[in-house]
């Protein structure tokens, strides 16, 4: 025991030593958040590289502190950022009663017994988007800390991982465009490259894909060419190229000159590091050693050549590049991508909590561009025939899966999760995604008549089925006019039944070639038709061209609400029945008649003539003609 405590204190002054840090002020923010919670659990949101290890450091301890990672290879990371004694659970390693205790949850999940239920005073979470699991709730259930704070950098729509029954709220949130925007965070300019990858036979291990079987899919000698080719056309300045194994990565620094390999059994490793600091390396070549914490801010380049599916892991690789640096306008991440069937590798746009997978396969090629332009790239993606097509059955496989009613309304569902609806005036609602905490809120955009252009307005957090039924209520009371647009029962009606030709003839002259082609008109009915037409109509709008429908809507309304009052000055008495081409008009000096039948028209006239006076009347192709005869009267 004495040794143990011997060597608590030697490694407190070390510590000591290398948490000399000062806090960035969003960083001391969140700390001083976290401090002052009194109680029960919350959610910290984070982007890779704006700290948040520092963070858990500075949160003030009243007591011990146990810290939970998903991936061994975090363990260790946040110890360096202690000034106290801090054990370790994982393998070999135990802890002796130290103030700090970083585990695996692997390693944690086993020893159980080897704590009490109230030991901890706060468990800290890294990486709590797998909060979720069994494993860590079952932690959770057995420790009776005072509070809980789970610290998560990988952005997630909620549609995928929900975590309200772990955490009570979101207490901090900044993204990477916030980091970005911000200038904590270099911006990074995004390609994908079609290596000649096919990873649709590889099996999966712990979340990702199985490493050996994954080597045997895409170390072989024309993509590694090719990866020599990307580096020579693409990279620039200090490069780091991600590979799969030792084997990989020696094969693809074969071919590039003057680039290192650098793995577990390196020796030297800070040596090189230096030489590359120093711009006399230019390009590494590594096999997992650079996801976590490694320093290297003059990175300009990185080559992802080792696939995953896994958000965290495809993150903390871009994050070696993440940092700024003098002369650094960006960071080039090169994506190399392949086949993968249905499977979703990791690629730029998830970076910002988009999915790659909304975007149809012919399109995923113009996933390209500056990361903070790629939600709009991603929407420009999705502004295509197959997305429109498809968008109201994934909106209602989405609905279906978080156990909500649409309300029937045609949304669109937008690659970050958000679900819009344009109108034909201009005004736009939508649904936030969903939250971590499965909360949301309603936006709007709406015509301001003083300002004379739209603004935006926000409701406060609301669950899903709440928004949607928010949203619903101000469709009804004020966008009722344009029910046969936003309401899916007419599309479901016609869901069935063959376009027309004309439906097609129209599609064809108002679509580009390439849009036109991907449609399979064989199988095009009248609702996919419809939802073409609709997008077509109202959805590819400039400002300019929203100015110009909402003062046309707005004429358009005013018109309709003058004949109504004038219509209903008249009185004007409607006796229609079925459907018919034809209308009546029947001016009588005590009476105003429209009809559809013109034997229901003899009757009328000749009833009302009894009196001696006469009736004029008139037929019209529609019922708007006869209502502007009648409404012509002195």
């Known amino acids: 025991m004495i040794t143990v405590i011997v060597n608590c204190r030697i490694k407190t002054k070390l510590f000591k030593l290398k948490t000399m840090t000062t806090l960035r002020d969003y960083q001391q923010e969140c700390v001083d958040l976290i401090d002052n919670l009194n109680g029960g659990s919350a959610l910290v949101c984070m982007a890779t590289g704006l700290g948040k290890t520092v963070v858990f450091s500075h949160i003030k301890r009243k007591g011990r502190v146990l810290i939970i990672s998903h991936r061994e290879e975090l363990v260790h990371q946040p110890i360096k950022y202690y000034d106290c004694p801090c054990g370790v659970e994982q393998g070999a390693e135990h802890s002796h009663g130290e103030e700090v205790v970083s585990a695996s949850v692997q390693s944690l999940i086993r020893r159980l017994d080897d704590f009490s239920p109230d030991d901890f005073d706060m468990i800290i979470t890294d990486e709590a988007h797998h909060a979720a699991a069994p494993s860590y709730k079952k932690i959770y259930s057995y420790f009776k800390p005072r509070i809980s704070i789970g610290f998560t950098a990988t952005p997630n729509r909620g549609d995928k991982v929900r975590l309200d029954d772990v955490f009570d709220r979101i207490l901090f949130h900044r993204d990477l465009r916030w980091g970005i925007k911000n200038n904590w965070l270099t911006d990074i300019k995004c390609l994908r490259v079609d ?13 990702d894909f199985h490493n050996a079987e994954l080597d045997k899919a895409v170390n072989f000698e024309a993509a590694n060419d090719r990866i020599a080719e990307v580096y020579k056309k693409y990279a620039r300045g200090q490069t780091l190229i991600f590979a799969t194994s030792v084997a990989h990565a020696e094969n693809i620094a074969s071919k590039i000159p003057g680039a290192v390999v650098v793995s577990q059994k390196t020796e030297g490793r800070k040596s090189i590091i230096a030489d590359f600091t120093a711009c006399k390396i230019k390009c590494i070549v590594n096999c997992m050693i650079f996801t976590e914490g490694t320093d290297l801010p003059l990175i300009e380049t990185i080559i992802i050549a080792r696939p995953t599916h896994n958000q965290s892991l495809y993150a903390q690789m871009v994050g070696r590049g993440l940092r700024r640096a003098e002369g650094k306008q960006y960071l080039t ?22 999915d790659p997978q909304a975007v149809p396969e012919r399109k995923r090629k ?33 609905a279906e899966e978080q156990g909500v009613k649409t309300r029937k309304i045609n949304w669109l569902k937008k690659a970050n999760g958000d679900l819009v609806y344009q109108f034909s005036c201009g005004d736009r609602i939508g649904i936030k995604a969903i939250d971590e905490l ?6 709007r955009y ?25 949203a619903y209520a101000i469709f009804k009371s004020e966008y009722a006019d344009e029910q046969k647009f936003w309401d899916l029962t007419e599309y479901y009606g016609w869901q069935f039944e063959k376009a027309s030709a004309k439906q097609i ?35 590819r709008l400039r400002p300019s061209d929203l100015l110009r429908m909402h003062k046309k809507a707005s004429d358009e309304k005013a018109k309709k609400q003058e004949l109504a009052e004038t219509l209903k000055r008249l009185k004007i008495r409607k006796v229609l029945s079925g459907h018919s081409s034809k209308y009546y008009a029947i ?48």
Not at 373 to 385: H, L, N, S, Y
Not at 446 to 470: C, H, P, R
Not at 506 to 529: H, Q
Request: charged content about 30%.
């Open 195 to 207: 290596i000649g990858y096919d990873v649709r036979g590889v099996k999966e291990r712990l979340g």
């Open 333 to 354: 991440l090169i994506d190399c991508v392949g086949i993968c069937g249905k499977l979703s590798i990791c690629t730029a746009p998830e970076l910002m909590g988009l």
């Open 366 to 398: 113009d996933l390209q561009g500056m990361l903070t332009d790629m939600r709009e790239i991603c929407d420009q993606a999705m502004d295509c025939p197959e997305v429109w097509i498809a968008n109201a059955t994934a909106v209602k496989l989405f």
């Open 438 to 443: 499965g909360k949301t809120r309603v936006m």
């Open 446 to 470: 709406k015509f301001d008549k003083q300002k004379g252009n739209f603004v935006y307005e926000e409701s406060g957090n609301l669950g899903l089925q709440e928004a949607i039924d928010s």
């Open 505 to 539: 003839d129209y599609i064809r002259r108002c679509l580009s070639e390439d849009d036109f082609k991907a449609i399979d008109i064989s199988r095009l009915t009248k609702g996919d038709a419809a939802q073409i037409l609709n997008a077509i109509t109202i959805r």
């Open 587 to 634: 001016q009588h000096p005590t009476d105003l008649v429209i009809t559809n039948s013109w034997s229901a028209a003899c009757d009328i006239i000749a009833e009302l003539e009894k009196d001696g006076s006469k009736c004029r009347y008139k037929g019209f192709t529609s019922i708007k003609q006869a209502e502007e005869f009648l409404r012509k009267v002195d």
